[in-house]
């Protein structure tokens, strides 16, 4: 079945440093992948967003490629601010049926930024 | 920007007690889902459903567990006779046609004693 792995937290960085989350996937067809995000005490975000190999999708200086040879979709920001503080998802959708657009994720990564 | 809203954001419940958690689904989307998060845990996929029905459902999902859309607005997750290990942050979801994102609700959290 399909499955997301994502590195374990916390990961604990001090402002303006740049962050990695690694995401890696395995899936039988043709996925989109998804970062979602959540915020303390609030629902989970959709961050950002690729639907096929080599899209990058990108959002608030966050960015993520979508590689399929090596079957990641590792999370990357530059220069991250304390308010970036958040649980951070990877996702996988490879449904095509009327089920919508189901998604497999991954265990979480908590991101603390110090100031 | 239409939001997904879900009530209440606690419940605490006894074990054997029925509980109903409730979702408002953003209004023009087609789908609706239901996920939960044990405390640690990876968000799980419980069931979706379409034009009615429900589309798909994981193992998770048993004879306990049942779903409706009572008015068309409102998207309602039942649980008949809770058991201490349902306690869990249960999300409500919705999307729009194909492979349109899922929107979230800020989620329940549900505490069986």
């Known amino acids: 079945g399909d499955s997301v792995t994502q590195m374990e937290g916390p990961v604990t960085l001090s402002e303006e440093a740049f962050l990695t989350i690694n995401c890696t996937y395995t899936?039988?067809?043709?996925?989109?992948l998804f970062w979602y995000v959540q915020y303390p005490g609030e629902g989970l975000q959709l961050l950002l967003k690729?639907?096929?190999?080599?899209d990058k999708g990108s959002n608030k200086g966050f960015e993520a490629t979508y590689r399929k040879e090596t079957t990641s979709f590792h999370l990357e920001k530059g220069s991250v601010q304390v308010s970036d503080s958040a649980v951070y998802f990877c996702?996988?959708?490879?449904?095509?049926?009327?089920?919508?657009?189901?998604?497999?994720f991954g265990g979480g990564t908590r991101l603390m930024v110090k100031p | 920007e239409p939001e997904v809203t879900q009530t209440p954001s606690h419940q605490v419940t006894q074990m054997g007690q029925e509980v109903i958690l409730r979702c408002v689904p953003i209004?023009?989307?087609?789908?609706f889902y239901w996920y939960r998060q044990i405390l640690g845990q990876k968000v799980e996929f419980l069931v979706s459903?379409?034009?009615?029905?429900?589309?798909?459902k994981s193992e998770i999902f048993d004879d306990q567990f049942s779903v409706e859309r009572p008015d068309g607005s409102n998207f309602t997750l039942k649980i008949r006779s809770t058991k201490l290990e349902d306690s869990a942050m249960y999300f409500c979801?919705?999307?729009?046609?194909?492979?349109?994102?899922?929107?979230f609700g800020n989620g329940t959290r549900l505490t069986v004693t």
């Open positions: 979801a919705s999307s729009g046609p194909g492979y349109s994102p899922l929107h």
């Open positions: 459903f379409y034009n009615n029905e429900i589309s798909e």
């Open positions: 209004s023009n989307h087609l789908y």
């Open positions: 996702a996988l959708s490879d449904r095509n049926n009327n089920a919508g657009n189901m998604l497999t």
């Open positions: 899936a039988t067809g043709y996925p989109s």
């Open positions: 690729a639907t096929k190999a080599d």
